[in-house]
T-cell receptor, first 111, second 113 residues
Framework: QKEVEQDPGPLSVPEGAIVSLNCTYS??????FMWYRQYSRKGPELLMY????GNKEDGRFTAQVDKSSKYISLFIRDSQPSDSATYLC???????????FGPGTRLSVLP | DAGVTQSPTHLIKTRGQQVTLRCSPK?????VSWYQQALGQGPQFIFQ???????QRGNFPDRFSGHQFPNYSSELNVNALLLGDSALYLC????????????FGPGTRLTVL
């Protein structure tokens, strides 16, 4: 079993839709859960991160962590064409170790 | 404030050659990590440097080595290049305020022929 798994997509949605991006992990030592957005031919940029189970909201983005089931989600409300990118989840250990990225989910928001 | 910068942008090498990639961290950051990202894949952690020493290493062979300088900039060296080394090489920096917040550079696209 891979340490971090994501559905690679591509996921195509119409503009304004609510998008749900999911990620599972196997290492229970992971304590921080990062979401990165990567546009084509660019480096990843940090969207948000959470520490504990539960929800964290930042504008149109909501990150959700369920440590008991080792399941991470990122929700995007009112999706825009500018949200079209690859979304990478990256759980890490308590001291910044074991920095592991998922394969990413490619999202396309159609105008 | 300049973010993370990397050079060169693109590089073409042949099998067996050696390559050196460079990274300057974001201002105020003292930790540099290197990642390899194959097409359609997520970044794979190569190693991390802090205080001029390798602090963590991923599952990469010894052909991959690095260095960090007193000004926190870093180099990634790859010897005896293989076709499979073709990838986007990303540098990320983080600061004392949080190892969790890694800021990435635009990457160096390496093609091995």
């Amino acid at each position: 079993q891979k340490e971090v798994e994501q559905d690679p997509g591509p996921l195509s949605v119409p503009e304004g839709a609510i998008v749900s991006l999911n990620c599972t992990y196997s290492n229970s030592a992971f304590q921080y859960f990062m979401w990165y957005r990567q546009y084509s031919r660019k480096g990843p940029e940090l969207l948000m991160y959470t520490y504990s189970s539960g929800n964290k909201e930042d504008g149109r983005f909501t990150a959700q962590v369920d440590k008991s089931s080792k399941y991470i989600s990122l929700f995007i409300r009112d999706s825009q064409p500018s949200d079209s990118a690859t979304y990478l989840c990256a759980p890490i250990g308590p001291y910044g170790q074991n920095f592991v990225f998922g394969p990413g989910t490619r999202l396309s928001v159609l105008p | 404030d300049a973010g993370v910068t990397q050079s060169p942008t693109h590089l073409i090498k042949t099998r067996g050659q050696q390559v050196t990639l460079r990274c300057s961290p974001k201002s105020g950051h003292d930790t540099v990590s290197w990642y390899q990202q194959a097409l359609g894949q997520g970044p794979q952690f190569i190693f991390q440097y802090y205080e001029e020493e390798e602090r963590q290493r991923g599952n990469f062979p010894d052909r991959f080595s690095g260095h960090q300088f007193p000004n926190y900039s870093s180099e990634l060296n790859v010897n005896a290049l293989l076709l499979g080394d073709s990838a986007l090489y990303l540098c990320a920096s983080s600061g004392p305020e949080g190892l969790n917040e890694q800021f990435f550079g635009p990457g160096t696209r390496l093609t091995v022929l």
